[in-house]
């Protein structure tokens, strides 16, 4: 299965994708689409749907992942978030890739076991895991972990299934 | 000028088109457009930007209209609006067509006179200004009423620049 994750944003959005199964993803992208603030935001988001757009074209996902919306922190760049995050939303929608969405908590837990791991850690974990030749950016690493996250998910369902067969 | 007015939603979106200028706005086209509530998310919005295309390609508007997001009534909601907002933006974007936002109440202002309208008051204020056959949807009226802001206020910034003149 492969997988685009992504870490969507006004400013900058991560992505990474990735092939299970979920116990040793295999490395294929990632990177951060850059979104120029001097821009209208209007044409920030057509930038970054475009970007996904050709990512999407030429990896062909099975799924995308991606962080849930949250809003404890400030309600104005949870908006801007989420704009963000429809644009994104939109490009999957249109290309039939069915979107999994989970806690930031819960990536972080299925990618370095402890839920309120830093981003630092996140991205030394991803290195590691998928045996990178250096630190992927950091808005990269964490769309790499939500990817992470759904291969993972994944397999355990299948586990669970099957032991229950 | 040519204006597209919207009211972005992620179960109904609105749109009314009109020609200026402000004082006596031509009506081109309104509508709205249905995103079922059984599809998941991203292909609502892959609907809503699909949508949108066929409208800008259409009708080929010179700017966009909407309101500002606003936050108090329910943060929830506010996220699922700043989505479908997102991928609407992302659409304007792509084809260069400029995005004003206005306030709820100034849009209320500029076609009723009165900044805390009810929508039944924008549904009649459209019909009569725009001779209208009957009343537009609720959500196609709000999106000519945005539009008709727009105009309005292009025209009065032209007016005060000649005065000044």
Redesign the interface.
């Known amino acids: 299965m492969r997988v685009i994750g992504i870490d969507p944003g006004s400013r900058f959005t991560g992505y990474g994708i990735l092939e299970g199964p979920g116990g040793t993803p295999r490395h294929l992208d990632n990177g951060v689409l850059v979104l120029p603030p001097s821009l209208?935001?209007?044409?920030?988001?057509?930038?970054?749907?475009?970007g996904l757009t050709a990512l999407v074209e030429e990896h062909r996902p099975e799924a995308?992942a991606m962080e849930t919306?949250f809003?404890h922190r400030n309600?104005?760049s949870?908006?801007?978030l989420?704009?963000?995050?429809?644009?994104a939303?939109?490009?999957?929608?249109?290309f039939?890739?069915?979107?999994f969405e989970y806690a930031p908590a819960a990536i972080k837990t299925a990618v370095t076991g402890y839920g309120r791991a830093e981003k630092e850690q996140i991205q030394k974990m991803m290195r590691i895991l998928l045996k990178l030749p250096e630190d992927a950016a950091s808005d990269a690493s964490d769309a790499l972990a939500a990817a992470c996250c759904h291969l993972r998910t994944v397999r355990l369902s299948a586990l669970t299934v099957t032991g229950r067969a």
Chains 1, 2 share one sequence.
Not at 96 to 99: L, S, T
């Open positions: 209208p935001m209007a044409e920030r988001l057509a930038r970054l749907s475009a995308a919306v809003t309600v104005k949870a908006l801007v989420a704009q963000a995050r429809g644009a939303l939109a490009v999957f929608g249109r039939g890739v069915p979107v």
